[in-house]
């Protein structure tokens, strides 16, 4: 996409998946790791630096079927959190993706976080899930997806957004 710059994790043993992320190309960003970043997992993690601000994003997609413990990309979460906070204490940290069967309420106590999407993403079911280390959004929204899918988009924003424009398909 034009002004944008992707970054994805591939899946890793298996046909098809990862993960990606667009970020603003005014933006500075990279890819981060962490001591025991686990390829196994459908996790990406980004630096992102705005003017005076820095926020992590990770990126996760959580499969139906997974080929891994739970319990292992729980602590795989946990400590990518504790090693953002640790190196920037007063980074915003932002976890988000398709979690699918997995539990919101260990994510969020795991990695010291507060779940933000209250509202169904797929059928009756929160799916798609959105994790902040502070209370940085002011308004969250879910809404028809802009691309042919049965999973609804989350909008996360300060201010005002126009979000009819946002859910236009080209």
Request: charged share 20%; hydrophobic share 45%; glycine share 8%.
């Amino acid at each position: 996409m034009d002004g944008f710059v992707l970054f994805r994790r591939d899946r890793a043993g298996r046909r098809g998946g990862g993960i990606a992320v667009y970020v603003n190309s005014k933006l500075s960003a990279e890819v981060c790791t962490h001591p025991v970043d686990a390829a196994r997992f459908e996790l990406l993690w980004l630096r992102v630096q705005a003017v005076a601000h820095i926020t992590f994003i990770g990126a996760l997609y959580h499969p139906p079927k997974p080929q891994y413990q739970t319990a292992a990309l729980l602590d795989d979460v946990e400590a990518g959190v504790d090693a953002v906070t640790a190196a920037y204490p007063s980074a915003t940290i932002v976890l988000a993706g398709d979690f699918n069967a997995l539990d919101g309420t260990d994510v969020a106590t795991r990695g010291a976080l507060l779940s933000i999407v209250d509202r169904p993403t797929r059928g009756a079911n929160i799916l798609d899930r959105v994790y902040v280390n502070n209370p940085c959004y002011t308004t969250v929204r879910v809404i028809d997806s802009a691309v042919k899918n049965d999973h609804k988009a989350v909008i996360a924003y300060v201010g005002q957004v126009h979000i009819h424009q946002l859910n236009k398909r080209s």
